[in-house]
């Protein structure tokens, strides 16, 4: 186990701006890790989150209006189905990297913040909710929702559960700037607990405006929590970090993907389970033609 004093961890320290107490619990928490994390591993995740790179930006047009899609320098893509009367986002990046998206709405749609919106999470993870303010509903599964309050509490999050993961994931949230958030427009889809031991439990359909997602939880694979949605009206599915794109993906979103997985091993909780999940996702495709929508990477076209 590594043994750093607080000049070592300093320029993560300050390229971040952590308080003295959040110093002190990455310094902790940095002790913890394994030989898989190294300073310099740290100080280029350090780098990654304050990157002011503008995002590749691309839309589509669609039934219900006009598909979006944002990919940050790293981070989750974010979705906007824009239709008539409202916006429907679906995931929106690190918290570091939120006012850069907030700028980016409102350059694409100049009465952003006078629009009606709704934000939907596909999982808690930190690099997919990180715009959580001016929504009028935030949509997750209930097993997110339940984290985001036990958040609140100061309880650990579902990714802190697993005692040899848990360094790694505070110095993410340390340097991603990724706190506690309000919980007064988060709304859970279900109200009982998905069926675990098949790859996809439907849990309900979400109705907004014109649009209608079949909501399917998953069994945990990437994380628990997570759920991929059908809009079937538009052939649209939003798959979350159960399908990642790297073939039309950014260079920098590859290399912090791959950056990740060397510190954690898997970025999946269970990969067995997350494999079954992607297979069961496309079953679940009927025959046409289908845009998927996939957690990091641009859209593909998909023929069934
Ligand atoms: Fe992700």
Redesign the pocket.
């Known amino acids: 186990m590594p043994s750093y004093n607080p000049n070592d961890v300093s320029y993560a320290v300050s390229l971040c701006g952590l308080s003295d107490a959040e110093a002190k619990e990455l310094l902790e928490q940095v002790n913890k890790t394994d030989e898989n994390v190294s300073l310099d591993s740290l100080f280029k995740y350090a780098d990654f989150m304050v990157k002011n790179e503008p995002p590749r930006i691309d839309s589509c047009k669609i039934p219900a209006g006009r598909l979006w899609y944002i990919e940050p320098f790293c981070g989750?893509t974010t979705y906007v189905i824009e239709t008539e009367d409202r916006l429907v986002l679906v995931d929106s990046g690190f918290p570091c990297y939120a006012e850069q998206l907030l700028a980016t709405l409102r350059s694409i749609f100049p009465d952003y913040d006078e629009r009606k919106k709704d934000l939907i999470l596909t999982h808690m993870?930190m690099?997919?909710a990180g715009l959580l303010s001016g929504f009028e509903n935030i949509w997750m599964s209930k097993t997110s929702y339940d984290d985001f309050l036990g958040r609140a509490e100061g309880k650990p999050n579902l990714r802190e559960r697993n005692p040899k993961r848990t360094p790694v994931y505070r110095i993410s949230s340390l340097l991603s700037r990724d706190i506690s958030a309000d919980t007064a427009n988060m709304r859970a889809l279900n109200t009982f607990e998905p069926e675990t031991d098949k790859p996809l439990s439907y849990i309900g359909t979400l109705n907004i405006g014109p649009l209608s997602f079949a909501v399917y939880e998953t069994s945990g694979g990437h994380i628990g929590g997570s759920i991929i949605l059908y809009e079937k009206e538009n052939r649209i599915v939003f798959t979350g970090?159960t399908l990642v794109n790297p073939s039309d993906m950014a260079d920098s979103q590859k290399e912090f993907i791959q950056m990740g997985t060397a510190m954690l091993g898997t970025m999946n909780d269970d990969s067995v389970k997350a494999k079954a999940e992607r297979a069961e996702m496309f079953a679940l495709l009927d025959a046409g033609g289908w845009i998927l929508c996939p957690?990091?990477g641009f859209p593909m076209r998909y023929e069934v």
């Open positions: 989750s993870d690099d997919h970090d957690g990091h």
